[in-house]
C-alpha cells in the first residue's frame, strides 16, 4: 500500500481568501411608472432572505458569484462557488438535496440549462429532489456575445423532464414572488429567468402553484405569454386599445405544470390567442398551447410569436427583439392580424 | 435465494458501528456470496454484468460488512455513512446484501428482472432502501458525493460518503470537475473516491481506448491523498479504511483499488470483456456456482 504525497495544500480552509465580485449589481429595474421594484438583481436578494428564514436554504454558483452578494454577507458558509463547471455544480446540489438542504443553483441559461440537460434529468429530476435552478440570461439576454449565448431551446428541454416544475417570471416582483411562492414545493423547480423586463407587477404577488394570473382584462382576443412576454403583451394591449380592440394578457408564469384550464378559458371566451415568448418556435409555450387546445378539442385561432427556428442573428438584445418582432408594436401588428384589424 | 450470513441485527433501530469485526476468512466469503448471488439474479433476469460486479465484491464486502456506520432499520438515517454507486451496473452486487442487512424483505429479490421491481439493473434511490443515490449514467455520483459532504460538514455532521467509480467512468469529464472541486473543498476522510481499476471498459482495456494512468498521479496532482490497494484483498480493505483521515480535514481521499475483472471465476478472469454483459447458460451457471462454492467450503 502505497500512500502518495499530495501537493501543498490550497483550497478555502488553507487560508485562502473568498473570490471578490467581478462585476457591481446593475439596477437595470428602474421603474418609470411608480411600481415599487427590486433595485437590485431580484434573484441573489430574495435567495439571502430565503436563506434567513430557512437554514436549509444554501446557494450554489457556476461562476455567478456577484449575483449572491448578500447571502455571501449574511450567510458565506451556505454559499458554494463551483467556478466554470455547471454539470459537477447540478448533481453537486442534488447531492445536497438528498442531504436535506435546499440548493438554489445560479448559472447562466445556455451552458446550465442546456449542456446540463442530463444533470437535471437524471440527478435531480428523476429522483425527485428539491433542487432549485435559476437560469439566469436566459432568451437573447445574452445575445450580443454569439450564437453559443443564445438560450431558447431551455423551455422545450425543461418541460419534458418528469417532476420538474418550470416557471418564468414577467419582471422583478414576479421573480420573488415565485422564489417565495415556491419555497417548500417539494420537488425540483426550474427558474427561467428573462431579463430586460417591463414591469408587470407593483409589488411581489403570492402565486398560486400552477396557476396563471390574467394581468389584463379583454374580449377580442387574449395575449399570453411569459417572462418579457407579459410585459411586451401589456405594452401591446394598451396600443391596441387605443385602436378600439380589447385584448385580454394572461401571464402563463406555469409552463409545468401547465394551466389547461385558464388556457381553455381565454379560448372559449375570446377565441384568438396570440402567444409571446423569446423561445424557440418548437417546444415553447405556442406548442404547448396547440397541444393543449388539440387534446382537448377546443377549437380557437391561434398565432404564435417566438422565434424562428433558423439559425438566429447576434445583436444587443434589443435589437434582436426588434428584428424578430419581440416589441409592443411587433405584438400589436401581430394581434390586428388574428382579429382581423 | 440461500443467505449465508446472519442477520447482523435484530432490532430495527440497531446501529452498525463503524469498524464493526469480521474476520477476513468471513468477509472474502462473504464477496463470494455476492457473486453467488449475482449469478443467481441475472439467470432469473436472462440478462447482466458479471464480470464488472465481480471485481468489486471485496470491496462491497468490506464496507458493508466492516466499515460503513449503518441503520439497516432506518435507511434516511442522517448520521449513517454514504455509500454512492458511481459504477451504477453492478446494483446486481448489491440487492442480496441490503436484503440480507434488512433494508427490506428477501422476497424481493425474486422480483428482479420484472417491471415494477423496486431492484432494477442499475440502483434507483426512490425504490430501493439502502441506495444513497440513483445511478446509471456515469461520471456523476462523485459530485453528488461531493454535494453530501459538504452537506455534512455544514451541518456538522461527521459521515463519510463513499463512491465507487469505474476506471472506465473516470474517462467522464464531469468526473474531473468533481475532482478538482474536491480537492478545493478539502473535505478530507469526508470524501472517499473508490476506483475499481479493473483496467477493462465495456468492450475492451480501458487505457486502450484513452490512457487514464497513473490513476493515482492525477488526483494528487488535483490535490487528493491517493492510496493504492489490492482491491481483491480484504484485509488491506480494511486497514485502508479503517486508517481514512479525519471528516472534514485536509485531501480527500482516492483508493485506488486494482482488482480484475471477472474475479472469482476462471472463464471470465481470462475472457473479461466477454463477460462484461451476458447470460450464462445453465451448465456455465451450474460450473460457476461450482467453482465459487467450492471456495467457499
Redesign the interface.
Known sequence: MTDIQAPPETGPDAGGAAPEPREKMVDVFADDKGHTVAKTNPVGVEIARLADLDDRVVALSADMSAVLADLRQRHPERYFEFGIAETNTISAAAGMAASGLRPYVLSMAPFGAIKCAEQLRTDVAYNHLPVRFVARLSGLAMGFFGTSHHAVEDIAIARTLTNLTVVAPADANATIGLLRSTVDHDGPVFYRISEGTSPVYPEPPTFSYGKWVQVRPGRDLTIIGYGLGVGLGLAAAEILAAEGIDAAVLDALYLKPFDSEALLAAARDTGKLLTVEEHNEIGGLGSIVAETLGRNRVPADLDTLALPDVDLEVGVPAALHAHYGLTPDGVAQRARALVGA | MTTVVERPFDSDSRELERGRPASEAELSRRADWIRLATIELIDQAGLGHYSSTFSCAEIFSVLYYHTLRLRPGQPDW?ERDRFLLGKGHVATGLWPVYADLGYYPADWLATFGQIGSPLNDHP???LAPGV???S??LG??L??????????R??GRDYRTFVLTGDGEIQE??VW??I??A????LGGGLVAIVDANGFSGHGPTSDAINIESV??RF??F???????DGHDVG?LC??FDALPPVG???PVCVVARTRKGRGLAMMEEAPQAWHLGHLTPEQRDGARAEIEARMR
Open positions: 442522517p434507483n434511490m426512490r444513497d443515490f440513483s446509471g449514467s456523476h455520483n459530485s453528488v458525493g461531493l454535494g453530501m459532504s459538504l452537506a455534512g455544514l451541518t469529464g464531469q470537475e468533481a478538482m472541486a480537492g478545493h473543498y478539502r493515482a498521479d494528487t496532482a490535490g487528493w491523498q491517493a492510496i493504492e490497494v488491506a486497514e485502508t480535514e485536509g485531501r
